[in-house]
Antibody, heavy 120, light 110 residues
Framework: QVQLQESGPGLVKPSETLSLTCTVSGYSINSDYYWAWVRQPPGEDLEWIATMIHTGTTYYNPSLRSRVTISLDEAKNQFSLQLNSVTAADTAVYYC?????????????WGQGTLVTVSS | QSVLTQPPSVSAAPRQKVTISCSGS????????VSWYQQVPGTAPKLLIY???KRPSGIPDRFSGSQSGTSATLGITGLQTGDEAEYYC???????????FGTGTRVTVL
């Protein structure tokens, strides 16, 4: 059974860096699946942030590309998100997910989500 | 600002049917299969439909998907109170090498 769990600070100050980690259990991230971050501001819609596979291929949301880095730690079976220069607009529930990319792309397993608030 | 447009809300009585549309363009739905997600408030999204028409294990056949041209549709038959949730479509946006979600549709059981 694939399980994902997000972890990281729940409060980040404006202009600082948001850092989150997703711990994957039940499946190796060193596989033919992609690993993704998705966020959802309070009361708003889902927004895809970034995706990565163990080969090093990455994809980023164009609107966030300049501030985002996704990375994998195969030894720990974790992947991470860094979002720089955050503002209140980055306040959201952040989800990590496994992304299938083949005939179609979709997210089949999700973490429970973690709320990150940007405030001084 | 999503490139995939859904109706804000749909509603129907128990045991009735609802359909949710997802409208896109040739660079997304027109070239890639659509997936659908159900999100009960306060919980993570759950995959309902993938590759336009397939259901993951455990998803009842009351949920169905279809896709034609630059649009896709999610159908829910035999509506139950437990189906009250937000539903999102999603697909790959080939022009931007990005994944995009729809604007979300709230399903209410009357």
């Amino acid at each position: 059974q694939v399980q994902l769990q997000e972890s990281g600070p729940g409060l980040v100050k404006p202009s600082e860096t948001l850092s989150l980690t997703c711990t994957v259990s039940g499946y190796s991230i060193n596989s033919d699946y992609y690993w993704a971050w998705v966020r959802q501001p309070p009361g708003e819609d889902l927004e895809w942030i970034a995706t990565m596979i163990h080969t090093g291929t990455t994809y980023y949301n164009p609107s966030l590309r300049s501030r985002v880095t996704i990375s994998l730690d195969e030894a720990k079976n974790q992947f991470s998100l860094q979002l720089n220069s955050v503002t209140a607009a980055d306040t959201a529930v952040y989800y990590c997910a496994r992304q299938v990319s083949g005939l179609g792309s979709y997210h089949d397993y999700w973490g429970q989500g973690t709320l990150v608030t940007v405030s001084s | 600002q999503s490139v995939l447009t859904q109706p804000p809300s749909v509603s129907a009585a128990p045991r009735q049917k609802v359909t949710i549309s997802c409208s896109g363009s040739s660079s997304n739905i027109g070239g890639s299969p659509v997936s659908w997600y159900q999100q009960v408030p306060g919980t993570a999204p759950k995959l309902l439909i993938y590759e336009s028409v397939k259901r993951p294990s455990g998803i009842p056949d009351r949920f169905s998907g279809s896709q034609s041209g630059t649009s896709a549709t999610l159908g829910i038959t035999g509506l139950q109170t437990g189906d009250e949730a937000e539903y999102y479509c999603g697909t790959w946006e080939n022009s931007l090498h990005s994944y995009v979600f729809g604007t979300g549709t709230r399903v209410t059981v009357l």
